[in-house]
DNA sequence: ATATTTTAAGATAAAAAAACTCTTTTTTAA
DNA sequence: TTAAAAAAGAGTTTTTTTATCTTAAAATAT
């Protein structure tokens, strides 16, 4: 019931892009610095945010990553979302993964619900938001 | 962003208990078969059970486990929070683990609207609502 | 009392996931 | 064509989860 390092770091990330300079790209280890991420690891977690379209990249001299979108463009499930794939609260609600019991119990459906809620309380709240 | 296995099986038990013989003691193997737990495992989700006065044990013959409450006093918050601790959404949340950018993110204050919205949804569901 | 049955507790092991690193390739600009 | 940057993928380490096993303690029946 928590969101991983990774995510965490993705958040930061994205925060300090909504109040940084506007098109301007900024490198790994500008970033690794800035938000206390290590280097490496913010590799991947930017690679993520690239594909999903929340981040843009250039590579080469003058590269680095900048925003895609606008901040109120960006919620929080977005970029957990980009970062640790689809949300599930119970493994036994992942598609072809269903449990033995799960013709005759309420819980998995009760923990759908709860689900959804979450998914929409992290819509709810945009990276304009963080600043 | 997942409850684990432990969260899961406990669930599975407590709502078998709902729809069981009122007062009447199941042993660990009986309940490892009923609701397909691996045997010793559960008899560490049943200790913190009954720990958290969810479950009420007896030792010997004639013993086992009982609900010690009305399942419709007993909330899912109460067993995930049983079997896995208090529930964080952050790292950085806990105590005493504050990350350097706390002071001037809001970030983590964000998350933790979120958790509590997550867990008054865990509260909002008991176990006489999963029969 | 004593043997039997059951949970309690703690140590330990195996497996899976998370967190992170390194190396090679590709792209871009000067 | 060289230097600088991200992309991609493999690999490593650490932590957490998921169990198991063994010994102890308690309750009951005989």
């Known amino acids: 019931m928590k969101i991983t390092k990774a995510s965490d770091y993705a958040l930061r ?5 909504a109040t940084a300079e506007k098109n301007r790209y900024y490198m790994r ?10 280097d490496s ?4 977690i930017l690679q993520h945010l690239v594909k999903s379209g929340i981040l843009e990249s250039e590579r ?3 590269g680095g990553f900048r925003l895609s979108k606008n901040p109120e463009d960006i919620t929080l499930y977005d970029i957990i979302r980009s970062v640790e794939g689809e949300i599930v609260i119970n493994e036994c609600l992942v598609e ?17 619900q709860v689900r959804c809620n979450l998914i929409n309380e992290l819509k709810k709240v945009n990276v304009s938001n963080l600043v």
Chains 1, 2 share one sequence.
Not at 29 to 38: A, D, F, G, K, Y
Not at 41 to 44: N, T
Not at 96 to 112: E, P, R, T, Y
Request: net charge positive.
């Open 13 to 17: 990330v994205v925060g300090f892009f």
């Open 29 to 38: 280890n500008e970033l690794s610095e800035i938000c206390s991420v290590p």
């Open 41 to 44: 690891f913010l590799g991947k």
């Open 60 to 62: 080469g001299k003058k």
């Open 96 to 112: 072809g993964n269903a449990c033995k019991i799960s013709g005759n119990c309420k819980i998995h459906n009760v923990l759908d």
